[in-house]
């Protein structure tokens, strides 16, 4: 329903003024509703988080007003420059970008993980990796929607929170590029494309959203047991997504080097680990990683080991 449809007659509120007919300039437009700068829940941003069914999920906080500008029809149409022009209203960005971050996938456990939070921590456990974060900071600010990005790969041994690194990006970019993107775990990556090809679905259907998706970040790169097929596989993603500069992020426990032969680490010596990520995911994979993304190393003490 355009805004133009809503008479004061079908006006469910009494309190409502009545709705100009006219197509009005869009300067006289009341502004769009935003949230309440000291909510809460939202803390200003309009946009509530919550975890559902392991899912990180997101919605548009409670503390935003019906819309004055759209009355919540969420289009407005107006005069510009003299010519009608329909478009969407400013007060659906927080609804947009809580979809699109819900559509990313992000485990609901880290539904609380921020890059405040994650400095926050990293200022209590680790202070040395802060350059990290800098050089982080400064990878987020050169990215642009719509032209080609570098991607970003956070590295290092287990427990210096990559992951909870990995999501506060990933979030972040969402919600202030409004960029359609897909967190994944890797052995859960490949879980999910065994069970679709055994269930029949070919490997395009499969695939394809993984390599359209603007930006893939891939959690834990070469975990697991790697079988031939799984190795094919990622390398098709890489590929794929190199072939189509599109934008990808990972986090891997392995040195991002070429492959060595080594055999895997005993898993009571994760820290000292012999395998590189090319002996992970071949060095095709790594050569390509090493084209499309910047690398950043998190050392560091195991915050798990403080935290418990
Ligand atoms: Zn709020
Ligand atoms: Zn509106």
Redesign the pocket.
């Known amino acids: 329903m355009s805004p133009l449809d809503r008479s004061p007659v079908q006006s469910p509120s009494k309190d409502r003024p009545p709705v100009a007919t006219a197509i009005v300039d869009i300067a006289k437009l009341p502004p769009?509703?935003t949230a309440q700068r000291d909510c809460s829940i939202c803390n200003g941003t309009g946009i509530e988080f919550r975890s559902e069914n392991e899912l990180s999920v997101a919605r548009r906080c409670r503390c935003v007003p019906e819309?004055p500008?759209?009355l919540?029809s969420?289009t407005?149409t107006a005069l510009v420059n003299g010519e009608v022009r329909t478009g969407r209203?400013?007060?659906?960005r927080p609804i947009d970008r809580a979809r699109l971050y819900s559509a990313a996938q992000i485990p609901g456990r880290y539904t609380q993980a921020t890059l405040e939070s994650y400095t926050q921590g990293l200022l209590q456990h680790a202070p040395e990796n802060m350059g990290v974060l800098e050089e982080v900071s400064r990878w987020m600010s050169d990215w642009r929607v719509g032209q080609e990005n570098r991607g970003l790969i956070v590295w290092g041994p287990v427990g210096r929170g990559k992951t909870h690194l990995l999501v506060a990006i990933v979030r972040d970019l969402i919600l202030r590029h409004g960029v359609p993107a897909r967190f994944v775990e890797f052995t859960r990556l490949l879980g999910q494309l065994k069970s679709g090809y055994s269930e029949g679905r070919s490997g395009n259907a499969i695939i394809d959203p993984l390599i359209q998706i603007p930006v893939l970040a891939i959690d834990e790169l070469g975990k697991g047991r790697l079988t031939d097929w799984e190795l094919t596989i990622i390398d098709e993603i890489i590929s794929r997504r190199y072939n189509a500069l599109a934008c990808t992020l990972g986090s891997t426990n392995f040195r991002p080097e070429v492959a060595t032969g080594a055999a895997p680490a005993n898993a009571a010596l994760v820290d000292i680990n012999p395998q590189t990520l090319g002996d992970r995911v071949g060095d095709r994979v790594l050569s390509r990683l090493q084209e499309m993304c910047d690398f950043v190393e998190l050392a560091g003490i195991d915050f798990r080991t403080i935290e418990q």
């Open positions: 769009a509703a819309c500008r759209c919540d969420g407005v209203c400013r007060c659906q």
